[in-house]
């Protein structure tokens, strides 16, 4: 099975650099999105890196638009995405490809460590009933139900991905591999994980934690999938209004800010109407009410 790796980035030279050098040695195209950075990053993959294919953004369209346009250019029959922060393993494309020889299978998930301590990062995402969204694994915990890959360390085939129409180029960052994920799912693809299939996730998200612009595209994400997959028309809507409800008030409460509100009617309205039904087996219904707040308090 041929492979592209597909790394969106936005002015992180540097750290695309060692993701690069790891992705370098592994059997397949590289195809690096670059999203109008202004840190030199197009010069440095031309002096550097000049097998790898780069396609330059005018502007910063976000991450799951910048894969599309990736995905646009290849013809190979899987694109596994790498975040430019994850430095993968020696073997790391045979292993997250390896399960698409099932033709059931449209996506993998691999597993990301945090630096250091090895501890794991994410083993693709979970889903309570109420869509929210889990780093599977995270920290030594028992992985729960696989839903989808986390777009940071996946494999996709790439007949599935097209047929689907890739990612929604609304969600700008955050939420979108669950979209993606559950459209795959109601079009009849399943998940699977490829535990050999490992990066260590370097860290620096692009939006920062927990700052405003973080907030926003979270908040916004948030409200377009609760609306798109009818979670608040569903038997979880009053888990969902209870949890959202918790983290709206926390804004107002530690950062005087009603963003996290205001970027959900954003995402709502941005989902339009038509709201499709949540594919079987999608979410893990052993996360508990407790287990989910539990979840949010540590990431607050």
Known sequence: MTADVVIPTWNARDMLARALRAVAQEPAGVIVVDNASEDGTAELIRREFPDVRLVE???????????????????????????????????????????LADPAVGMVAGLTTMPGTGAVDGFGIELDRGLAAYNRGRGGTVPGRLAMPSGGAAAYRRAAFTSVGGFDPRLFAYGEDVDLGLRLRAAGWRAAEAPDARGVHLGGATAGVDSPWQR???????????????????AAAPRAALVDGLVVGWGLARHRTVVPLTARVRGWRAAGPGRRPLPPDAVDPGISLAEALGRLVRSR
């Open 57 to 99: 953004l005018e502007r910063n369209a976000g991450f799951g638009a910048a894969v599309n346009a990736g995905v646009a250019t290849s013809t190979a029959d899987a694109v596994v995405l790498v975040n430019n922060d994850v430095v993968v393993e020696a073997g790391f494309v045979a292993s997250i490809t390896a399960p």
């Open 216 to 234: 926003e595209l979270a908040g916004f994400a948030r409200g377009f999938l609760l609306r798109r997959w009818g979670v608040l028309a569903s």
